[in-house]
């Protein structure tokens, strides 16, 4: 059964880092301004749903697994006494950054939609969604070490 919770968790894990490394790419590719705009105004709140449905989905599954693996007693210790708590702790706190930093974005990105933004406003924005990006490559990271231990 928890097989079943794993799968739907690597399935959002798939959903989530895709969606955020394909809309980031095309902010970077996407060199003509109107275009971009176009993109980004008819794709944004689409988007903005999907990856909040699939992060919803990621801490439903993730929480699942922690409890059943019963995860809580490994986040004490240190990295000498358990690789497994290591790990884990580093990734819930990485987990929790990205939900916060997903919250920030997303609350400028409904509040100036079809709106111009505030210098303050661009650079929040872009800086979260930077963040989000290269946290998510080291979550991934940490993922892959925690299946190796608990497989
Ligand atoms: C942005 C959020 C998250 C992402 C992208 C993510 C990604 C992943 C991926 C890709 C795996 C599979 C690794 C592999 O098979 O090599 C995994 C496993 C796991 N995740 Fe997450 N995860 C997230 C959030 C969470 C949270 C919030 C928890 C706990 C509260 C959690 C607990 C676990 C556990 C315990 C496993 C290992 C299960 C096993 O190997 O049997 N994850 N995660």
């Known amino acids: 059964m928890i097989d079943v919770v794993l799968y739907i968790h690597i399935l959002a894990a798939t959903a989530w880092i895709g969606g955020a490394l394909l809309l980031f790419l095309l902010g970077v590719f996407i060199k003509d301004i109107e275009a971009q705009q176009q ?6 709140p689409f988007y903005g749903y999907f990856e909040s449905f699939w992060l919803t989905i990621l801490l439903i599954t993730g929480g699942t697994m922690f409890y059943h693996f019963n995860l809580i007693d490994v986040l004490t210790l240190d990295v000498n006494e358990s690789r497994l708590g290591y790990m884990m ?63």
Not at 39 to 44: D, I, K, P, S, V
Not at 113 to 142: A, D, P, V
């Open 39 to 44: 993109t980004y105004e008819h794709l944004g």
């Open 89 to 151: 702790s580093h990734k819930l706190f990485y987990v929790g950054t990205i939900t916060f930093l997903t919250i920030i974005h997303m609350s400028i990105a409904l509040k100036t939609h079809k709106k111009e933004r505030s210098k303050l406003q661009k650079i929040i924005s872009r800086g979260s969604s930077l963040m989000i990006f290269f946290l998510n490559l080291g979550i991934l990271w940490f993922a892959m070490q925690l299946r190796y231990i608990l497989s």
